[in-house]
């Protein structure tokens, strides 16, 4: 079974048809044939049978007792159609119910069950080595015999069996020529209709295989099977999302060109400049600026590499502490804060608060909404990290006292290389667009809202508890 099944899947659409249709075929074809045979027999016998009655009620007709014994007056004309028809020997037996007068055939094989009085009823037997047809019939007497006290009579007709076999075999290769025939034709129509049928599939492989590697537009639904169309509007769907996903790699790979290129003619027009000049205060000052902007350049890719990795990389949730996760990231980013006098704290509901997410991933966009409100935020401002959860999810929250974002700007930002008014010039337009591509990788979303009191942003990494189950 294992190895059938394993063909089955290794095998065409035409291959698992033959596979499971023409044995199924072939059982119903031997079924229907054994139950032709049945049928053959059992109209033999219903045929033959009426000869062996009338040649029963024949002898039973010419049986007499008026002499004061028991005689048969035999119809031999019967007799000799009867054998003609029956292709063999005809046997009879008339026999009182002592046994004492007894004609014909004295060892005719009995009936297998007592008779009812009146009543024929008909067996097979085996008579000298061969199958016999036999009806018995009982009945009473006008009187006893002489010298029996037998009252009723037994009246036993047999026959070979062989015409019956003759017919029912002619019968049956009958039906068997009809029944393969009828096979053959069901499956060369079984062939030609899957032919047809399969005709529009066809057309739709030679279609998709000759669209260059580019060509993402929708297949036609139009002259497809029904079966076939939830098909392809899947695979329409999927072409959807997948020239959405191209058009956005595109789009990110154009920005981070055109980023990165303004760095690097950045940096050869210092470091030209730094070549040319003479004057070793000018020198120093165009080195400064070199190295500004290669770390400008390290953060710019930095970045670039978290977006693609945020976007590609397989999610893998896992429970963790919130809560360690706050205290670490302001660590890491607190030398940044004291360089601006700036005072990050972190809020947690309890020393140790459980959530289920990519503890990585989560990682990078906490960090890279700490690091644009450090930047964003003014000199001696507050910056509060906290965490919080309820039955439908759980959530990151950066908070800062800094100028906060129009109502207009809090809708845009967050798409890639799209930075607010105020931003300065350290900004490149990523940060956010991270943290909410990491958001939405967790089925999750970036909130960017005023704060309730005062100045200031409240930005916001909210992802739903995972399904039960």
């Known amino acids: 079974m294992q190895g059938i099944a394993d063909r089955l899947r290794r095998a065409s659409l035409w291959q698992r048809l033959a596979l499971l249709l023409f044995p199924a075929l072939l059982v119903v074809t031997g079924l229907e044939l054994w139950m032709t045979r049945h049928d053959a027999l059992a109209a033999a016998n219903a045929a033959y049978d009426r000869s062996l009655l009338g040649a029963l009620k024949s002898i039973d007709a010419n049986i007499s007792t008026a002499s004061g014994g028991l005689s048969v007056e035999l119809p031999y004309t019967m007799f000799e159609f009867f054998e003609l028809t029956a292709s063999g020997q005809v046997f009879f037996r008339v026999a ?16 297998p069950a007592e008779l009812k009085m009146g009543v024929p009823a008909f067996y097979d037997a085996t008579y000298f080595g061969e199958a016999v047809r036999l009806a018995a019939y009982r009945r009473d007497l006008d009187r006893a015999p002489a010298g029996s006290s037998g009252r009723s009579v037994l009246i036993q007709v047999g026959e070979s069996t062989r015409s019956r076999q003759e017919f029912s075999a002619r019968f049956v290769r009958s039906a068997a020529l009809r029944d393969g025939l009828v096979l053959a034709l069901l499956l060369c129509g079984t062939a030609i209709a899957l032919a047809a049928a399969l005709r529009p599939l066809s057309r739709l492989a030679r279609e998709v295989q000759a669209r260059t590697p580019d060509d993402l537009t929708r297949i036609a639904e139009t002259d497809l099977p029904a079966e076939v169309r939830p098909l392809v509007a ?52 165009a080195l400064d600026a070199l190295g500004t902007e290669i770390g400008r350049a390290t953060r710019s890719a930095q970045q670039l590499l978290a977006l693609g990795r945020s976007d590609t990389v397989a999610v893998e949730p896992a429970e963790f502490d919130l809560a360690a996760l706050l205290r670490e990231v302001a660590v890491d980013l607190l030398p940044l804060a004291r360089a601006k006098r700036i005072d990050l704290g972190i809020h947690a509901p309890a020393p140790e608060f459980f959530a289920v997410a990519d503890r990585g991933l989560m990682r990078e966009a906490l960090g890279n909404l700490v690091a644009n409100a450090i930047a964003y935020t003014p000199a001696e401002g507050t910056i509060t990290l906290f965490a919080a959860g309820d039955a439908a999810g759980w959530s990151l929250n950066v908070e800062d006292d800094g100028p906060g974002l129009s109502e207009e700007e809090r809708t845009a930002l967050g798409q890639r290389f799209r930075r607010g008014a105020r931003a300065g010039k350290g900004g490149f337009g990523l940060g956010l667009a991270i943290a909410r591509s990491i958001a939405q990788r967790h089925r999750g979303e970036l909130r960017l809202e005023a704060r309730e009191a005062g100045t200031g942003l409240h930005a916001i990494i909210w992802w739903p508890r995972p399904a039960a189950g």
Request: hydrophobic share 35%; glycine share 2%.
């Open 96 to 111: 009182t119910s002592d046994g004492l007068v007894e004609l014909g055939s004295a060892d005719l094989p009995a009936p």
């Open 234 to 285: 899947a695979v329409n769907q999927q072409m959807s999302r997948t020239q959405d996903l191209v058009t956005q790699q595109r789009q990110f790979l154009d920005d981070a060109s055109h980023q990165l290129r303004t760095h690097l003619t950045t940096l050869q027009m210092q470091a030209d400049y730094a070549k040319r000049e003479q004057d070793p205060v000018q020198v120093q000052a």
